[in-house]
């Protein structure tokens, strides 16, 4: 067999799987420590629009300045924005603290 050949039909193969596989989109929503229901409700619904286009979902809280004392408060509005969309995502990644960021992953559910 020749080389050439060879490597052109690797080539294809790995174009034709580059097409199949599907792309991971991930949308961010950032809380604040201190947000207010209004606001979080806001948010919670474009959470909700988000996971049922089923892109992934990266909740975090941003603790600015000496805000970094409220650590409880900001897992608790991250627990609660999980609880609530439990219908339609599952937890990847429970609220983690990086630095002055808590993040946690959501993935939607398949249908």
Do not use: C
């Not at 474009?46 to 941003?62: P, Q, S």
Request: net charge positive; no cysteine.
């Amino acid at each position: 067999m020749d080389y050439r050949k060879f490597v052109y039909e690797q080539k294809k193969r790995e174009k034709v799987l580059k097409a199949k596989a599907s792309k991971v989109v991930i949308k961010e929503i950032r809380f604040g420590p201190n947000t207010d229901d209004h606001d979080y409700e806001f948010k919670k619904k474009h959470a909700e629009k988000f996971l049922k286009e089923g892109a992934k979902l990266k909740a975090y809280v941003f603790f600015k300045g000496r805000s970094i004392i409220y650590k409880d408060q900001g897992e608790i509005l991250l627990l609660r924005l999980a609880q609530e969309l439990e219908d339609l995502g599952k937890v990847e990644q429970l609220p983690r603290l990086e630095g002055k960021r808590m993040t946690m992953f959501i993935a939607p559910k398949k249908k």
